[in-house]
């Protein structure tokens, strides 16, 4: 460590259900050690009591105690928590306002490896999921044929809840395991098929692992874009399959990247760009009450509940906001100052995609290509349909799309 570095005042480490007797001699002398111990009621009721240590249990909201804890900075301080803190935990929560060159973790197992560990699941082979604070519906990308699945649950009602939703999408035959407080005395276990299912709840410490068996018909989420346009709700306004795919790759989601969707109608192009990445983010602009609501609908059928909506019209509705990677624009772009702000907003090196089908929007786009470059493309879709007795094409309106990219 360089000498001008701080000291590590603030120690994190994490408890199995066996408290105490289950802590190395390093993790013990570092909780003997500290001054202020600071953790749940349930973690500080494992630790025995210490002379001359001062206690204290999370507030809630949980946040509130962060200003009072950097205040002791200097002060040797001792973060409790469950597991390996840095896994969805306390501790990656904390490395965003505290250095790593101040801060000591000292993992326990994780509930995931815990979880592992009684199923005989190879660890790197398992999707690992949390939906404690969080909604249920971001399982739904996971559930792949096959795929095997360990969920952090919210509560002793998310095993329920978690075979309705397997039910819901022709998951029935899945094979859940809930496991209860792993690593203590009141280790247990619950199993049963999604269909099956009755435990309406159990212990609020567990681990659910599902073994994902999908039906004929279920409804599994591709990975490559281009969703069926009958899987999304929407009123027409909607950018059509075929061209929603090339649409996604002119945009190239890159992970942890965010998306300005205007004019989103469905939403179906802000939602695939999440689906690209689970840490991608998007903004769907739109202005109309009815949909927005199927937009969020959607984003919730989807499982990408993060999905935000701007409720307005661009160019007032992005005033203030963070700046974007990328920008599509599928409505509005006749609209005054619309496509100009967009481009002003987005960041250097982000990607603006704007598709028209009407001759007023094509010419903007031709406008804003003479001055800005990028490319330019149309696409011409037909679908079979029947004619009397047999079928034929029928033609989709040809879509003209301009991508270019800020320098």
């Not at 013990?28 to 349930?42: M, Q, T």
């Not at 969920?151 to 998951?171: E, H, I, M, N």
């Not at 998306?259 to 689970?278: C, H, K, Q, R, T």
Request: glycine share 10%.
């Amino acid at each position: 460590m360089d000498s001008t570095s701080p000291p590590r005042w603030l120690s994190v480490v994490g408890l199995g259900e066996d408290g105490w007797d289950g802590l190395s001699p390093a993790a013990r002398a570092v909780v003997e050690r500290a001054e202020f111990l600071i953790g749940g009621a349930r973690h500080l009721s494992l630790i025995p009591a210490i002379a001359g240590q001062e206690r204290a249990a999370w507030p809630s909201p949980l946040t509130d105690a962060f200003p009072s804890l950097l205040a002791r900075r200097g002060q040797r301080v001792c973060v409790l928590a469950s597991g390996d803190p840095s896994w969805y935990g306390i501790g990656a929560t904390l490395s965003r306002i505290v250095p790593a060159t101040e801060t000591m973790l000292i993992p326990a197992a994780s509930a995931f490896s815990l979880a592992a560990a009684r199923l005989g699941w190879p660890v790197q082979e398992t999707v690992c999921l949390t939906v404690h604070g969080r909604p249920l519906e971001l399982v739904v990308p996971h559930l792949q044929p096959n795929a095997r699945l360990l969920v952090l649950s919210w509560d002793g009602t998310t095993p329920a809840k978690l075979a309705a939703l397997l039910r819901a999408r022709g998951f029935g035959a899945s094979r859940l395991t809930a496991l209860e407080a792993m690593g203590g005395p009141r280790e247990s276990r619950t199993e049963a098929t999604a269909e099956s299912w009755t435990a309406e709840r159990i212990a609020d410490l567990n681990t659910v692992a599902v073994e994902c068996i999908a039906a004929p018909g279920a409804r599994i989420l591709p990975r490559a874009p281009g969703q069926p346009d009958d899987w999304f709700e929407h009123d027409g306004q909607i950018t059509k399959r075929e061209v929603r795919a090339v649409t996604l790759s002119f945009l190239a989601p890159r992970r942890g990247e965010s998306l300005w969707d205007v004019g989103a109608g469905s939403g179906s192009i802000g939602i695939e760009w999440m689906l690209a990445d689970p840490a991608n983010r998007a903004v769907a602009v739109e202005h109309r009450e009815d949909r927005v609501a199927r937009i969020l609908s959607n984003a919730a059928a989807f499982g990408v509940p993060g999905l935000e909506v701007a409720r307005g019209k661009a160019p007032g509705a992005l005033a203030g906001r963070t700046p974007p990677d990328a920008v599509f624009i599928g409505g509005g772009v006749t609209n005054e100052g619309v496509l100009d702000a967009c481009w002003d907003a987005l960041k250097p090196g982000g990607r603006l995609v704007a598709n028209a089908v009407t001759l007023e929007s094509e010419a903007v786009l031709f406008d804003a290509h003479k001055r800005l470059g990028g490319e330019l493309s149309q696409i011409a879709v037909a679908r079979a349909a029947p004619v009397g007795g047999f079928r034929g094409w029928r033609p989709l309106m040809p879509v003209t799309l301009w991508r270019v990219d800020k320098p």
